[in-house]
């Protein structure tokens, strides 16, 4: 097991904190390892009455292109996972759900982040919307099952949360 020496904030911005750990192995010898802090973050999957999945297509500069996600968001500070997906559905796509089911969740990625998803399955959409976050450019799309699994097939579909949270409703998906 590592044992932290010690642990130092060395940027905090507005969606996360960096920290430099100082660790120690079972060996005996030390080393540092950057981690970023998250509060973590859910990824809703919104399927209509109809059969259809909703998406969200928007730029990531960090990927320098739009690419086609299924809505999600940040947890605010101590925020309720299920509190965060009733807001973001309604924020992203301008939708409610009388029925958010837990799909599962999991690490975006452990070996240097902290962020940790929740996945839910929205049923039963009505209109409700709230205004987008000031830096989002967001336009909503819709698509039956089948059309999303081509969509996976041909690479349309790149990000790895909506992938994720895609394969963990599933069972939802294909009754």
Sequence with gaps: MYQTIRSEIVYSGKVFKVRVDQVQLDSGKVIKLDIVQHNGAIVIVPLDHEGNIWFVDQYRHAAGETLLELPAGTLEDQEDPLTSAQRELREEIG?????LT???????AP???????YVF????????????DEDEMIRVI??????VLQW?????IRDAKTLAALLLAQPYLLK
């Design 95 to 99: 939708m409610a759900a009388s029925r």
């Design 102 to 108: 837990p799909l599962g969740e999991f690490y975006i």
């Design 111 to 117: 070996g240097y982040s902290t962020e940790y998803l």
């Design 121 to 132: 399955l929205a049923e039963n959409l009505t209109p409700d919307p709230l205004p987008l």
């Design 142 to 147: 819709k698509a039956p099952i089948a059309e």
């Design 152 to 156: 996976i097939k041909g690479k349309k």
